[in-house]
């Protein structure tokens, strides 16, 4: 769990296509339906297909994901949903033996990585969806794993190239940012002896973004900081991150930029949720990208696809929220990907 630890091998693989995926119980129907989601890049880009051009504008426009990944409250199993039905894709996905799935990330089209933990060893999976976003393979990622507890507030990140694995453990109340190659299995950490929450974790190259919120006498203060480590340097000292943005109380997460220079930031009050971004160079708020009126109290962490451009906000109400949408019940998962 400490830097003195060796790293121990990758667990058994799980092959095949449906063999290596049982059911496990049966999804929670939903029956809300997701219409289109926030574009971080300001205008969906056109398409020279003629056949995408004939379509309608609303049809055009719609970018976004058409399936979701979520890790089931148990961790006993993984579930594809589509984001416009709410029903069910395929069928549920097991954890590997003994094993229960902790976090989900996306790391590109129809790809997915999956944490799954058992006797403080966090080990990495990835999920590829056939066409129809029907899951259709689980592996293990040879030689990646981490030490250490995966707590339930325990983050995750794939870096954009999918060749490392940002994940936080815990020692008690604790952090370690551990950084794993998916190619070669080195693994770098960093650690502190604050008691503190690392959470909403965001690639920004090689720097890794994290909100750090330091606990007092089991409470969580409400003052929120981004802070940036440069994983390209010695590894030791957590406090070797420097510090980004101070967020106002209320913040629940908070995602920056793949290119580094704003930060879309989670603030639930009052009975209302709003993404509001932040310019990293000047630290002043900028543009604020939806609001929704009653929602949750506590937003538990905000999700992007893999081009960066959508997302979704996490409630601490088991509710996923979207720009121009209704929000969808999703209070039987841990953790969603898209």
């Given at each position: 769990?400490?830097?003195?630890?060796?790293?121990?091998?990758?667990?058994p693989?799980v092959r095949?296509?449906?063999?290596?995926?049982?059911?496990?119980?049966?999804?929670?129907?939903i029956?809300?339906?997701?219409?289109?989601?926030?574009?971080?890049?300001?205008?969906h880009?056109?398409?020279?297909?003629?056949?995408?051009?004939?379509?309608?504008?609303?049809?055009?426009q719609r970018t976004?994901?058409?399936?979701?990944?979520?890790?089931?409250?148990?961790?006993?199993?993984?579930?594809?949903?589509?984001?416009?039905?709410?029903?069910?894709?395929g069928?549920?996905?097991?954890?590997?033996?003994?094993?229960?799935?902790?976090?989900v990330?996306?790391?590109?089209?129809?790809?997915?990585?999956?944490?799954s933990?058992?006797?403080?060893?966090?080990?990495?999976?990835?999920?590829?969806?056939?066409?129809e976003?029907?899951?259709?393979r689980?592996?293990?990622?040879p030689?990646?794993?981490?030490?250490?507890?995966?707590?339930?507030?325990s983050?995750?990140?794939?870096?954009?190239?999918?060749?490392?694995?940002?994940?936080?453990?815990?020692?008690?109340?604790?952090?370690?940012?551990?950084?794993?190659?998916?190619?070669?299995?080195?693994?770098k950490?960093?650690?502190?002896?604050s008691?503190?929450?690392?959470?909403s974790?965001?690639?920004?190259?090689?720097?890794l973004?994290f909100?750090?919120?330091?606990?007092?006498?089991g409470?969580?203060?409400?003052a929120t900081?981004?802070?940036?480590?440069?994983?390209r340097?010695?590894?030791?000292?957590?406090?070797?991150?420097?510090?980004?943005?101070?967020?106002?109380?209320?913040?629940?997460?908070?995602?920056s930029?793949?290119?580094?220079?704003?930060?879309v930031?989670?603030?639930?009050a009052?009975?209302?949720?709003?993404?509001?971004?932040?310019?990293?160079?000047?630290?002043?708020?900028g543009?604020?990208?939806?609001?929704?009126?009653?929602?949750?109290?506590?937003?538990?962490?905000?999700?992007?696809?893999?081009?960066?451009?959508?997302l979704?906000?996490?409630?601490?109400?088991?509710?996923?929220?979207?720009?121009?949408?209704?929000?969808?019940?999703?209070?039987?998962?841990?953790?969603?990907?898209?």
């Amino acid at each position: 769990m400490d830097g003195k630890h060796k790293q121990a091998g990758a667990g058994p693989r799980v092959r095949g296509v449906w063999r290596s995926m049982v059911p496990v119980g049966v999804a929670t129907t939903i029956a809300l339906g997701i219409a289109g989601f926030v574009d971080l890049v300001h205008a969906h880009q056109s398409s020279d297909d003629d056949q995408h051009a004939a379509k309608p504008a609303a049809e055009r426009q719609r970018t976004e994901p058409r399936r979701f990944v979520g890790v089931q409250r148990d961790g006993a199993a993984l579930v594809v949903r589509d984001v416009r039905t709410g029903g069910a894709v395929g069928v549920p996905v097991a954890a590997p033996a003994g094993r229960r799935f902790q976090r989900v990330a996306s790391s590109g089209d129809g790809k997915y990585v999956v944490a799954s933990y058992a006797s403080r060893r966090v080990t990495f999976q990835r999920l590829d969806l056939d066409k129809e976003g029907r899951p259709e393979r689980l592996a293990d990622i040879p030689r990646a794993a981490v030490p250490g507890v995966s707590a339930a507030w325990s983050e995750m990140a794939v870096h954009p190239d999918g060749d490392r694995i940002a994940y936080v453990t815990y020692r008690g109340m604790t952090p370690q940012v551990q950084v794993v190659s998916t190619k070669t299995g080195q693994r770098k950490m960093w650690r502190t002896a604050s008691p503190a929450r690392v959470a909403s974790l965001s690639w920004a190259g090689d720097t890794l973004n994290f909100l750090w919120t330091p606990v007092r006498a089991g409470a969580t203060k409400t003052a929120t900081q981004m802070r940036a480590l440069d994983t390209r340097g010695q590894t030791g000292d957590l406090r070797a991150s420097t510090p980004v943005l101070k967020l106002p109380a209320g913040t629940g997460a908070a995602l920056s930029s793949r290119d580094g220079r704003t930060v879309v930031a989670g603030l639930a009050a009052r009975g209302q949720l709003s993404l509001q971004t932040y310019t990293v160079q000047t630290r002043q708020p900028g543009k604020v990208l939806w609001k929704q009126s009653g929602a949750t109290s506590r937003l538990l962490r905000i999700v992007r696809d893999h081009t960066g451009k959508h997302l979704l906000a996490f409630g601490a109400d088991g509710r996923l929220y979207a720009d121009g949408a209704r929000p969808l019940q999703a209070a039987d998962l841990i953790d969603v990907a898209w």
